[in-house]
């Protein structure tokens, strides 16, 4: 009968038996669940042939390269190599506002570093590098054979795909029988942190598509302190769990404000809280309490430098999306 231990060992033997003794892979990790458990799935398996890279794009949320760092390579005993590109997807950024722009932008410049990151590797490795990791799940299966999403079509989600034309690796997608919820649960099977199984999603443009408008370094360090308070509020006051993705997003409007005996013109935060089950359609949150909103509302305004407004989205999807950009 099918039980996930099954399962895990039947994929970890295949996967042996399939990589030769002297093949490599190499793979993106995020720090999201499915890239995790992909990841330690071929840990597993090939221990030290497998190559994880983490590209900090300048667009994550606050320590969270490190934290990755820290859970894939020290915890988990991923060999990983965390590549630094920040400066070369901010000025890349340089000037744009079009949100589609952008994704491109961001997309694009994640497949450059990845590619040269791999090269590298592939230069230093004695054996040979044959074949690429993804945590592709059984709805992203589905979704390419039969039919494009909205959001799909609306929005370009980018993914590495398009790689393996130039590098003529062979794909390796241990999770692509599996759903979202079975890929938490072969998580909490290999020892990942409930944290990090349980976490929100997080876009691959990251703060890119949440500081709305032109992305700068300092526009991205007001976002990422406003969000950081926000899921820390939201963890410190149990509602992490009832919710589907939260987050903070800067928006390109300056309002007016008062503070002491002077007026200020400063920047607006919209905090999101979404609840869903497959992100197609989404319903605003309605669990936060007066408490918690006045709470985060005033430490963000204290603590956030250059902001003097709070909103809360209050708008579902459709016809807003989850995502403001
Ligand atoms: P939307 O904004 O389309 O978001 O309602 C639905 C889900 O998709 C995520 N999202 C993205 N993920 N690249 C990604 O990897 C993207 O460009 C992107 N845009 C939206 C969003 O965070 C939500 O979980």
Redesign the pocket.
């Known amino acids: 009968s099918w039980s996930m231990e099954n399962f895990v060992d039947k994929e970890i033997d295949r996967i042996r038996k399939m990589i030769g003794p002297n093949e490599h892979v190499i793979g993106a990790v995020s720090g999201g669940v499915d890239s995790t458990v992909a990841a330690k799935v071929l840990k597993e398996a090939i221990g030290d042939r497998f190559h994880a890279i983490m590209v900090d794009n300048g667009l994550l949320r606050l320590n969270e390269a490190e934290e990755v760092r820290q859970t894939l390579g020290e915890y988990l005993g991923i060999k990983l190599t965390v590549v630094d590109a920040s400066e070369e997807f901010i000025g890349k950024l340089a000037g744009v506002t079009d949100p589609e722009k952008k ?1 491109k932008i ?2 694009n410049t994640f497949i450059h570093v990845f590619e040269r990151e791999a090269e590298r590797i592939v230069s230093e490795t004695s054996g040979k590098v044959e074949y690429l990791l993804q945590g592709t799940l059984y709805p992203d299966v589905i979704e390419s054979i039969s039919f494009k999403g ?2 799909q079509t ?6 590495v795909g398009g790689l393996l034309a130039d590098m003529k690796l062979k794909l390796i997608e241990p999770l692509r029988e599996l759903f979202k919820d079975e890929v938490r649960q072969l998580g909490e099977l290999l020892g990942i942190e409930h944290s990090l199984v349980w976490r ?6 990251g703060l890119g ?1 949440r500081v709305l408008g032109e992305v700068n370094k300092a526009q991205l360090e007001i976002a990422r302190k406003a969000d950081h308070i926000f899921i820390s509020e939201i963890r410190a006051h149990g509602y992490y769990e009832q919710i ?2 939260a ?1 903070a997003a800067l928006l390109p409007v300056k309002a007016v404000g008062v503070m002491g005996d002077k007026r200020t013109y400063e920047q607006v935060i919209a905090l999101r809280a979404i609840t869903t089950h497959d ?2 359609t ?1 319903d605003w949150f309605d669990g936060f309490s007066v408490a918690f909103l006045k709470k985060v509302s005033s430490r963000i305004c204290n603590e956030v430098n250059g902001v003097n407004r709070v909103f809360y989205d209050i708008s579902s ?1 459709p016809p ?6």
């Open positions: 994704r961001i997309g909205p959001s609306i929005k370009t989600h980018h993914n929100h999603p997080f876009p691959g443009p598509i589907s993705q987050f992100f197609m989404a999807k807003a999306t989850v995502e403001m950009e």
